[in-house]
């Protein structure tokens, strides 16, 4: 496959016999894994040049059609490969995965009009790309709880991407989906939307590949901060502090939401994200 290709998203996808959203009104976040080249192997490459070719593709192709809401572009920072990028994508629906998908010839030619001028920019592109990909589960997101950060920034992000673990509702006492829910929009509201230091959060659950049941019910929790220090310190006693000023009412709210919780996350993995290369 060709490495033009900002995703890879398979036609089986498309069945709906097979499968549909859990709730209509949240997105389809896909992932795709890329192999960037080492510099060292790149003939007459360089990063000035790398850094250039790279900003102007993801800025024509994020631009050129709106069945992308957002993309981000995440580079190597903690864990994996070093030369390897991710690249974390949202849609309204599968169905505008696939359009996207079979419309990058005609977006390119779009882009690049004249036929010599884009093949030069693609060749010159295509020669940092090992070209291969992996496509990595994909998941449903949920649209009610998404903060965005819509300011612009010249330097890059950091991308934390941890699992959280969710109780299966059988053995959580007393318990229901709808409290559970309101529980965390309450969160959100209430936390996530007040944390200065989270620039942006997504909550992924499962909606396609991957496994389901069989013990914890995970979900994949995706935030952004400013660096690495922000992250690591990112004041979370302070913020609950203020979302819940009354000690007896804070220990109520942790004692409910808590007992939808198994203990513990798994890290994924901490990213650079190419603001540059990314859409909001």
Same mark, same amino acid.
């Given at each position: 496959?060709?490495?033009f290709?900002i995703?890879?998203?398979?036609s089986?996808?498309l069945s709906?016999?097979?499968f549909a959203?859990?709730?209509?009104e949240?997105?389809?976040?896909?992932?795709?894994?890329?192999?960037l080249?080492?510099?060292?192997d790149?003939e007459?490459g360089?990063s000035?040049e790398r850094?250039?070719l790279?900003?102007?593709y993801?800025? #024509?192709?994020?631009?050129s059609s709106?069945?992308?809401i957002?993309?981000l572009?995440?580079g190597?920072?903690? =864990?994996g490969s070093?030369n390897q990028?991710?690249?974390? @994508?949202e849609?309204?629906?599968?169905?505008?995965?696939? @359009?996207w998908?079979v419309?990058g010839?005609?977006r390119? #030619?779009?882009?690049?009009?004249?036929k010599e001028?884009?093949k030069a920019?693609l060749d010159?592109?295509? #020669?940092?790309w090992v070209?291969?990909?992996?496509d990595?589960?994909v998941?449903e997101l949920?649209a009610?709880r998404?903060?965005?950060y819509n300011?612009? @920034?010249?330097?890059?992000?950091i991308?934390?991407?941890?699992t959280r673990?969710?109780?299966?509702?059988s053995e959580v006492e007393? =318990?229901?989906?709808e409290?559970?829910?309101?529980?965390?929009?309450?969160?959100?509201e209430? @936390?996530v939307?007040?944390?200065d230091?989270?620039?942006?959060?997504?909550e992924?659950?499962?909606y396609w590949?991957?496994?389901l049941?069989g013990?914890?019910f995970?979900y994949?929790?995706?935030?952004?901060?400013k660096?690495?220090?922000d992250?690591n310190n990112?004041g979370?006693?302070e913020?609950n502090?203020k979302?819940?000023?009354?000690?007896?009412?804070?220990?109520a709210?942790w004692?409910?939401? =808590?007992?939808?919780?198994?203990?513990?996350h798994?890290?994924l =993995?901490i990213?650079w994200?190419?603001v540059?290369l990314?859409?909001?």
């Amino acid at each position: 496959m060709s490495n033009f290709r900002i995703l890879a998203v398979s036609s089986v996808f498309l069945s709906t016999t097979l499968f549909a959203q859990y709730n209509p009104e949240n997105h389809v976040v896909t992932v795709s894994s890329y192999d960037l080249r080492y510099l060292s192997d790149v003939e007459e490459g360089s990063s000035e040049e790398r850094k250039e070719l790279f900003e102007t593709y993801f800025k #024509k192709m994020n631009e050129s059609s709106d069945l992308l809401i957002s993309n981000l572009v995440l580079g190597h920072y903690f =864990g994996g490969s070093s030369n390897q990028v991710k690249q974390m @994508a949202e849609w309204k629906s599968l169905a505008d995965a696939d @359009a996207w998908l079979v419309s990058g010839g005609d977006r390119r #030619k779009k882009a690049w009009p004249d036929k010599e001028e884009r093949k030069a920019f693609l060749d010159k592109y295509n #020669k940092y790309w090992v070209g291969n990909h992996t496509d990595l589960p994909v998941r449903e997101l949920v649209a009610s709880r998404v903060k965005r950060y819509n300011k612009g @920034a010249d330097e890059n992000t950091i991308v934390s991407v941890q699992t959280r673990n969710l109780k299966p509702m059988s053995e959580v006492e007393e =318990g229901s989906s709808e409290e559970r829910e309101k529980l965390l929009d309450e969160f959100f509201e209430k @936390a996530v939307m007040k944390n200065d230091k989270v620039l942006s959060h997504r909550e992924l659950r499962h909606y396609w590949s991957g496994t389901l049941g069989g013990g914890d019910f995970y979900y994949v929790e995706v935030r952004e901060y400013k660096s690495l220090e922000d992250m690591n310190n990112p004041g979370w006693a302070e913020v609950n502090e203020k979302a819940w000023p009354d000690e007896e009412e804070r220990k109520a709210y942790w004692e409910k939401v =808590g007992k939808y919780f198994n203990p513990g996350h798994t890290d994924l =993995g901490i990213h650079w994200n190419f603001v540059k290369l990314t859409k909001r």
